[in-house]
């Protein structure tokens, strides 16, 4: 049994995040998560991809502000649960919680921090007759790690952001990069569509419009797709098959926890604290809904912080906890460490 103080169930920003905050408060934290490595979607999705809304960084890498929240945390010494998804709860009769993970891990902690993001995604693949075969062997529904490409034929399928900003990144990595879409007008950033227009005009991108892969070659590992364009049949030949068709978000288990759901996403109270109908469970980031909400990392930060200060509250009943801000208490990590502003030195000045 892992015993803790909040139970975070995802390792995305936001329940990175929270961990900080409630290292602040004296309170021990352990994540769960389906996937491997914490990060959520930035890892998972788009970890070489900028984001420009995070404040004081212009400019920083999903990659790389997983990294710097993992640094921020490591003093508060949380615990992880990976590559394993929370799939029942037991609320015990002293308002505390069990959570088991489908492996059977067990998880005690007095409250709940749900930061699952949108839920577990799943990509929707295209219904090509034995995808699934493939899918070690050349089809990838996610890019992790560009330079797994490099120098290989790669072929893309998808008319949305995705496909259009991933081809032009592996137009520097790859050998030859064919960008392949049922239509001829694209559902993307208006300068993406423009950087494909020009990269395929200097023969840097092959477009295939309109077409699909109606099939796919290879006995190892994929060796050519077959195409149906304009109505005619004809091969491609490739390393690398890339559907980007989107991904469906779903809440797993979680779903089933007696929660009230809104819209795939879980009901709180946002005047408060991001607590659900289940006091001692909240949820938090894009997980959550309520009047106003705003699906950014940003938000998910903020909703961490109140959630808690909420947990304090629920396990220190009627003791008043005095902020300080980090510049003025400095930061006590669970690991010994200290960090402090340098303090004033009075001086006389003759």
């Known amino acids: 049994m892992i015993e803790t103080d909040i139970l975070i169930i995802g390792a995305g920003p936001t329940g990175l995040f ?17 996937l491997p490595q914490p990060g959520g979607q930035l890892t998972e999705l788009y970890p070489k991809k900028p984001i420009f809304d995070i404040p004081g960084f212009p400019e920083v890498l999903a990659g790389d502000l997983v990294t710097n929240l993992m640094e ?24 505390t919680f069990i959570v088991t993970t489908d492996k059977g891990t067990k998880h005690h902690a007095n409250s709940i921090a749900i930061a699952g993001g949108l839920g577990s995604f799943e990509p929707r693949k295209p219904l090509i007759q034995d995808i699934e075969f493939y899918e070690d062997k050349g089809v990838k529904y996610f890019i992790k790690n560009p330079e797994e490409f490099r120098n290989k034929r790669v072929v893309i399928a998808g008319g949305g952001d995705s496909a259009l900003d991933w081809s032009v990144f592996l137009s520097d990595v790859a050998s030859e990069v064919t960008l392949i879409h049922r239509r001829n007008e694209f559902r993307g950033a208006l300068d993406s569509v423009d950087k494909v227009q020009e990269l395929k005009n200097e023969g840097r991108i092959k477009l295939v419009t309109p077409a699909e892969v109606i099939g796919i070659n290879g006995s190892e590992h994929i060796e050519s797709l077959d195409i149906e364009e304009n109505g005619a049949h004809r091969k491609i030949e490739t390393d690398y098959f890339i559907p980007l068709f989107g991904l469906s978000p779903k809440l797993g288990p979680i779903a089933n926890w007696g929660l009230e759901i809104e819209k795939n996403a879980i009901k709180v109270d946002n005047a408060l604290d991001y607590q659900t109908n289940i006091p001692g469970i909240y949820a938090i980031g894009d997980v959550n809904i309520y009047p106003g909400k705003l ?43 200290r960090k402090e502003a340098e303090k004033a030195v009075v001086k006389a000045i003759d």
């Open 18 to 34: 929270a961990v900080f905050e409630a290292g602040l408060l004296k309170l021990k934290c352990h994540i769960i998560d389906a």
């Open 72 to 95: 921020q945390i490591k003093q508060f010494q949380p615990g992880f649960t990976l590559g394993e998804r929370a799939d029942t709860i037991e609320k015990l009769e002293d308002g």
């Open 295 to 337: 699906k950014l990392i940003l938000c998910g930060f903020h909703e961490a912080t109140l959630m808690c200060q909420s947990v304090y509250q629920r396990m220190n009943p009627g003791k008043k906890y005095v902020m300080k801000y980090t510049t003025v208490a400095g930061v006590d990590g669970f690991d010994g460490t």
